[in-house]
């Protein structure tokens, strides 16, 4: 991702940033808002998450006249497995109708249909529609994995993707409707990524394409054999295969080693195939880019390695810019992997892991991808065999695995996972786990230090009914599963936004006590959740310090070692909002409630929510402002007063305080904005809550206005209305807070 482009004295000019994630309390709908640029040098990234080249827009954010659900955390449900908990169900004559957030030509939409359905949707541009439908299917849906205790029926939603065959501007009306022809309902849309897809590339100079030793684009035939001919002749040549536009058809494995693959782009040159790479150990120096490996893969069988890689690449390659989707696993990785670099990939709709290290790796760099809706594991690093060894996942985006864990550290040796961004976790894992368990042997437990920094979770943490039949896990979770945790864990400034039980967990799962030792978490926040901001479950020690907490359900601190023995948790300093300690060991449901659902822990109560403005310029659209990423922004048309921004918080609430925020960053100087602020429990009558007034922004300290009301007002409805602004000719915020106190 690369730093801000044209910076303007005063306003840094456009913006390219990650894919932005809400600060949320549990339940509160989400806006996902990532920039449409292209990534560059994901190694320098320091914002939280991937960048990436597409907007999301939920679905429950968007005009329709069809039926909104969730949202839930009920296992196994349509609502509990989409983004942000909450989707919009079709039926005949139904629609959702999207606004397009930039230039779009193409777009990629999370949807289900019922088991054993397929057919197609309609899309509509600003009213007309197109020849072209969407295609749907449950082929890949619906997975059971009754050997893995605890699942049920899961992995609900697919994707399909669909060039419009046109471009249009931001503003623009599309629309998903169930008309007489589509048969395959009732149609459940998550949400949709608007993308503006660049044309194919064109062939390098000096490469060779498989076209020419007789791979079929049309996919009719068989192009196995015509790629491995193109990837020999390569070997000696200049070193680079090149894949045309097309669909091809590939049955069997390839042998890549010394050579680059390129392709026209990942919209435009495919590979069929569930099976493309495997062997146990690469020659190394493979370089796979711009292409995608689209499989057939409906069920999750652990003897097949029914994997886009599987086995060893070789050390010293790169897999960068492919779209990975209905595998079982995108890289299951063994062998001698030592400097491998995984960037700017998409992984959607896999069966298990998105991408597995296996043992072995030294010095892999997983970085800047986007996973969504895998079965297991997102990112993992299981050190079977060997330990993998200073091996880093940085600045990827992960959302909805619906088994498992988001990011997954089995085992190894002075391993980092920072900057980060997980939202949506399901059953039996949470956002971030750090764990001695084994799953075979030899295990090689964690050592060294593990650095875990920077990390953004929203939603994350599940129930596991394996532990005692049913059992929560917390957001990061630290484990002693197999033996003890003596390596140094540092957990340091790390954002958990709405964790549905636990932020923090420190236990052993195998239930005998083992130790969870020398383990410091320093900064970052606790925004939200449903019973405990520290729940240790095992012996040992944590020092814990500069944690903030808001909106923790319960108490600060469950502390009950099981079977025996005791838990130390040391306060240092700066800590606030987690000082009460629950008494006794009986577990406890979320909040006040009672049932599977963790209910809604207190936080800011706009994060994510609907929000609108009297206009905005360019890309800075108003969902920048709850979006919880302090670097994106709305901005108001230029030299056009008043302007207003309004959240609409779902239902009544509680107002009191108001923290208003512009990027922290120093190219922003200090500003004062003219600012008023009204609400109203219906939408169309406004009372005024504080009368306009200079609010000052100064990045010094933190760019942040914070109004408190005299006492606390009830509204749904809240507007910013802004007359001036002394750093810029319009209304700009990048952070809109409210809180009940």
């Known amino acids: 991702m690369s730093a801000p482009r044209d910076p303007a004295p005063r306003r840094p000019g456009r913006r390219i940033t990650a894919l932005a994630v809400t600060a949320t309390s ?17 190694a320098a990234v320091q914002a939280v998450g991937a960048s990436l080249p597409f907007t999301i827009v939920e679905a429950e954010h968007s005009a329709t006249n069809g039926s909104k659900i969730g949202p839930s955390y009920t296992q196994g449900t349509l609502a509990a497995e989409a983004s942000n908990r909450q989707a919009v169900t079709l039926n005949g004559g139904q629609y959702v109708e999207f606004t397009a957030p930039a230039t779009t030509n193409a777009i990629t939409v999370a949807y289900a249909v019922p088991d054993g359905r397929s057919g197609t949707l309609s899309v509509y541009i600003d009213g007309q529609k197109l020849s072209q439908q969407l295609a749907v299917t449950s082929k890949y849906s619906y997975l059971d994995t009754s050997w893995i205790a605890g699942s049920r029926t899961h992995k609900l939603y697919d994707h399909a993707r669909l060039q419009l065959g046109r471009t249009v501007n931001a503003g623009a009306k599309i629309k998903l409707q169930v008309d007489g022809e589509n048969t395959a309902g009732p149609y459940t849309i998550d949400d949709v990524e608007f993308e503006n897809v660049a044309g194919p590339a064109g062939q390098p100079a000096g490469s060779i394409s498989i076209t020419s030793r007789g791979a079929d684009p ?6 196995t054999g015509a790629i491995q001919q193109a990837i020999d002749a390569a070997r000696g040549s200049g070193g680079v295969v090149w894949i045309p536009p097309g669909r091809y058809k590939v049955g069997g494995t390839i042998n890549p080693d010394g050579v680059t693959i390129r392709g026209a782009g990942r919209w435009h040159s495919t590979l069929l195939s569930h099976h493309l790479i495997d062997r146990p150990n690469g020659g190394g120096n493979v370089r796979l880019h711009d292409f995608a490996v689209i499989g057939e893969v409906t069920e999750r069988n652990d003897y097949s390695p029914d994997n886009f890689v599987n086995g060893s690449l070789g050390p010293n390659s790169v897999v960068s810019g492919l779209w990975l989707q209905h595998l079982k696993v995108g890289l299951w990785l063994t062998g001698n992997n030592d400097n491998l670099v995984v960037e700017n990939n998409r992984f959607y709709d896999l069966t298990a892991d998105g991408l597995n290290l296996n043992g072995t790796a030294y010095n892999a760099q997983v970085r800047n991808n986007y996973l969504r809706n895998t079965g297991d594991d997102a990112l993992a690093a299981w050190s079977l065999h060997a330990a993998n060894r ?38 039996l894992g949470g956002g971030i786990a750090i764990s001695n368990q084994s799953f075979g042997s030899p295990f090689f437990p964690l050592a060294g230090t593990i650095n875990v920094s920077g990390n953004t979770l929203v939603r994350t943490g599940s129930m596991n009914p394996n532990w005692g039949q049913n059992h929560p896990h917390g957001a990061i979770r630290v484990d002693a599963y197999d033996s ?27 239930g005998a006590g083992r130790a969870v030792q020398n383990v410091i978490v320093d900064g970052g926040s606790i925004e939200g959740a449903g019973t405990f901001a520290f729940q240790a479950e095992t012996t040992g020690s944590a020092t814990v310090s500069n944690v903030r907490a808001t909106g923790v359900g319960r108490a600060g601190v469950y502390n009950c070692a099981y079977p025996s023995g005791t838990f130390a948790v040391n306060r240092g300093a700066g800590n606030s909002g987690w000082d009460s300690t629950w008494s006794g060991c009986t577990w406890v449901e979320p909040g006040t409630g009672g049932g599977t659902d963790p209910g809604q822990p207190t936080g800011n109560l706009a994060a994510g929510k609907p929000v609108t403005a009297t206009s905005q310029v360019q890309n800075y659209t108003p969902a920048n402002t709850v979006d919880g990423n302090a670097n994106s922004y709305w901005e108001s048309a230029n030299n056009a007063w008043p302007q207003s921004l309004t959240v609409d918080l779902g239902s009544t609430q509680n107002v009191k305080r108001l923290v208003l925020k512009l990027p922290p960053s120093a190219a922003w100087a200090t500003r004062t904005q003219t600012i008023a602020v009204h609400g109203s429990t219906t939408g169309s ?31 749904r409805y809240v507007r910013l209305t802004f007359t001036g602004n002394t750093g810029w000719p319009a209304g700009q915020l990048s952070e809109y807070e409210i809180y009940t106190s």
Request: glycine share 10%; net charge negative.
């Open 390 to 427: 200073s091996s880093v996942f940085a600045n990827n985006t992960i959302v909805q695995p619906n088994l498992a864990n988001g990011i997954a550290i089995y085992g190894g040796t002075d391993m980092t996972v920072r900057d980060n961004l997980i939202q949506d976790t399901n059953p």
């Open 484 to 510: 003890p945790i003596n390596a140094q864990v540092r957990l340091t400034n790390n954002r958990l936004v709405a964790s549905p039980w636990s932020a923090y967990q420190f236990v052993d799962g195998g």
């Open 218 to 223: 049309n996919g009719a035939n068989d192009s």
């Open 26 to 42: 549990a339940l509160a709908a989400i806006g996902l808002s990532p920039a449409v640029a292209a990534p560059t040098t994901p």
């Open 685 to 715: 009558a406004y009372t005024q809550l504080a009368g306009a007034a200079g609010r000052t922004f100064d990045p010094g300290t933190g760019n942040t206005a914070t109004i408190t009301l005299p006492s606390a007002v009830g509204a």
